[in-house]
């Protein structure tokens, strides 16, 4: 347990420096530390599956979009923040803890536990057949993304 | 539900919370977009949370990875917007965004 909190604690850590830090390519840097430390998370609650995902996916292909773009665009410098951002942030985070971990002491046992059966079978039988227009949904998104990525990236005609 | 999930839910809070505060202060569009991946990271946090508390964590599973995949989808079409933006006004800045016309 005191291990589960330390890596949560240290997620929520790397998430504030993923915002806080000015260099683009650290940000993206520590928001890959962040999944990882997600898809630690992941693997402690007996979701490999997950976990693996996290880890695969948003640590590796999304770090890497995003590096890529941040090259593509200069990283933004001309781009200038407010000055209070970075300051106002502490106390806001500080005020947000302190009323999140109040709100959480007055809900303590009060949310009801509904009654839950674990499906027979293992996540395979789970994922293909109880979920299944998941799946359809899936093939759905990933091929928008792709059509909307060509769409974006077309070659202009010349006349245009 | 169990004392875990309401740890679970805290950490939760607090990711969606720093994501939401970027959101409304940042200026820089891939700034923002981080920001939104932190959202989501709080998000997937809770969802799997939720089934590990109630021992149900298989399905909760299911839906962790079709959250990562259209989280995967949704990053890939908003960074070819950011190119696409970055081209035309040559900035990364949001509220050069107002100004466009036509």
Redesign the interface.
Known sequence: ?ILQ?AL??A??LF??L??LLRD?LR??IS?AV??LL?GI??FR???P??GV??IS??AG??TV??I???A?????E?????KA?NW??PV??IV??VI??L??KS???K????A????PG??RE??WQ??TM?LV??IA??L??VF??LA??RKRDKHE | ???????????S???V???L??LL???????L???I??LA?GV??LL??T????????????????F??????????A??????V?RHTK???VRKLAKLKG
């Open positions: 347990m909190t949560l604690i997620l929520v998430s504030a993923a915002i683009l940000s993206a928001l962040a999944s997600l998370i992941f609650m007996n979701a599956y997950a995902f996290e996916v948003v292909l999304i979009l995003f890529l773009t941040i593509l665009t200069n990283a933004g001309e781009v200038r923040e407010a951002v106002v942030f806001f985070f947000f803890i999140d971990g709100v959480m809900l303590l046992q949310v009801p536990s509904l839950t059966a674990a499906p293992g996540f789970v994922l109880g979920r998941d949904g899936q998104v990933i928008a993304g909307s990525v974006l990236f | 539900m169990s004392n875990t999930w309401y740890l679970y839910l805290f950490f809070a607090v990711l919370g720093v994501g505060y970027a202060t940042k200026r820089n569009l891939i700034k977009f981080i920001a991946e932190v990271k997937s946090l799997l949370s089934g590990f508390a109630r021992g149900n964590v298989l399905v909760a599973q299911a839906l962790v990875v079709t990562i995949v259209v989280e995967v989808s949704l990053v890939a079409t960074l070819a917007l950011i190119i696409n970055y900035s990364l800045d």
